[in-house]
């Protein structure tokens, strides 16, 4: 089974800063996709980033990306010019081809004006 | 885009009585749809997984008689809560999968649904 670890529960960031978020994760699998969902007060889970293992090209999208470390199974979101409409709840997530996603704890982000 | 649904937003009900929540893919057909339940501040859990045509596969420690599922078509599942008590006040988000639309499979989540169990 796998899983998924994201060690920091909350976060700030000034607005305008940059911010990244830590994801790990655990499989024996070697082909699989990884995502980071944003969650805002709305609770609608939105896709920020996905990422296909089988890349090795950091997948970027404007102000997100990430840092994946397919040997250490480490999958950062960085995201910069921290907005204010950034505050939300973050969560990675683990999918095998066609298969369930597996979420990670959720990392609180707080973007201060 | 791809757009799912879920009706009702919210819902209270008495203790004892059964809730019915609705899961809609609005602009695609979905083969598979998921079902989370999330406590506040707290990840999602999946409950089970629906395949349209097919009984739906729970996950362990998900009561199937508590949590019915059915996917009779491409595009609408439900998940009704048969008698309902308190600890099953929560949030209850869907997911559906296109068929066929992406290589990966991937999930579109609905608004959710916030239950409360009086």
């Known amino acids: 089974a796998q899983t998924v670890t994201q060690s920091q529960p909350e976060m700030s960031v000034q607005e305008a800063e940059t911010v990244t978020l830590s994801c790990t994760y655990d499989?024996?699998?070697?082909?699989?996709?990884l995502f980071w969902y944003k969650q805002p007060p709305s609770r609608q889970m939105i896709l920020v980033i996905r990422?296909?293992?089988?890349?090795?090209q950091n997948a970027t999208e404007n102000r997100f990306s990430v840092n994946f470390q397919k040997a250490a199974k480490s999958f950062s979101l960085k995201i910069s010019d921290s907005q204010l409409g950034d505050t939300a709840m973050y969560f990675c997530?683990?999918?095998?081809?066609?298969?369930?996603?597996?979420f990670g704890g959720g990392t609180r982000l707080m973007v201060k004006p | 885009g791809a757009v799912v649904s879920q009706h009702p937003s919210w819902v209270i009900c008495k203790s004892g009585t059964s809730v019915k929540i609705e899961c809609r893919s609005l602009d695609f057909q979905a083969t598979t749809m998921f079902w989370y339940r999330q406590f506040p501040k707290q990840s999602l859990m999946l409950m089970a997984t629906?395949?349209?045509?097919?009984?739906?596969?729970?996950e362990q420690g998900v009561e199937k008689d508590k949590f019915l599922i059915n996917h009779a078509s491409l595009t609408l599942s439900t998940l009704t809560v048969t008698s309902a008590h308190p600890e099953d006040s929560s949030f209850y988000i869907c997911?559906?999968?296109?068929?066929?639309?992406?290589?990966?499979?991937?999930?579109?989540f609905g608004p959710g649904t916030r239950l409360t169990v009086l």
């Open positions: 990422q296909e293992a089988y890349k090795q």
């Open positions: 997530a683990f999918m095998k081809a066609g298969n369930m996603l597996t």
């Open positions: 499989t024996s699998e070697n082909n699989y996709y």
């Open positions: 997911s559906a999968r296109a068929a066929g639309r992406t290589p990966l499979g991937e999930q579109f």
């Open positions: 629906s395949n349209e045509g097919s009984k739906a596969t729970y």
